[in-house]
Nanobody, 119 residues
Framework: QVQLVESGGGLVQPGGSLRLSCAAS????????MGWYRQAPGKQREMVAVLASGGSTTYADSVKGRFTISRANAKNTVFLQMNSLKPEDTAVYYCNTDYWGPGGRGGSWGQGTQVTVSS
């Protein structure tokens, strides 16, 4: 079983920045991808940014040029640097991983961290 622990959410004014962190632990043989998703009240969960093991990245159009996903040297940790935040970025942000474990391929979600952009 794989656990994801997120941190870094909070309240920020429009135009401000936040950095989210997500650390994966548990029975991991290798990670295919780690990413961030978000869910605003009354809306479906949506992809924000994904980082594949080979280094390729995918971003939602709404965050391109403002958000950057990266990983630490300990490759089971991923970050989301969020700049020029807008009120519409307000949501619960979830970390996700697609991995190979001893029992095969699996996926895990973090518990979520609240990001609120408001003046």
């Amino acid at each position: 079983q794989v656990q994801l622990v997120e941190s870094g959410g909070g309240l920020v004014q429009p135009g401000g920045s936040l950095r989210l962190s997500c650390a994966a632990s548990g029975s991991i043989v290798s990670i295919n991808a780690m990413g961030w998703y978000r869910q605003a009240p009354g809306k479906q969960r949506e992809m924000v940014a994904v980082l594949a093991s080979g280094g390729s990245t995918t971003y939602a159009d709404s965050v391109k040029g403002r958000f950057t996903i990266s990983r630490a040297n300990a490759k089971n940790t991923v970050f989301l640097q969020m700049n020029s935040l807008k009120p519409e970025d307000t949501a619960v942000y979830y970390c996700n991983t697609d991995y190979w474990g001893p029992g095969g391929r699996g996926g895990s979600w973090g518990q979520g961290t609240q990001v609120t952009v408001s003046s």
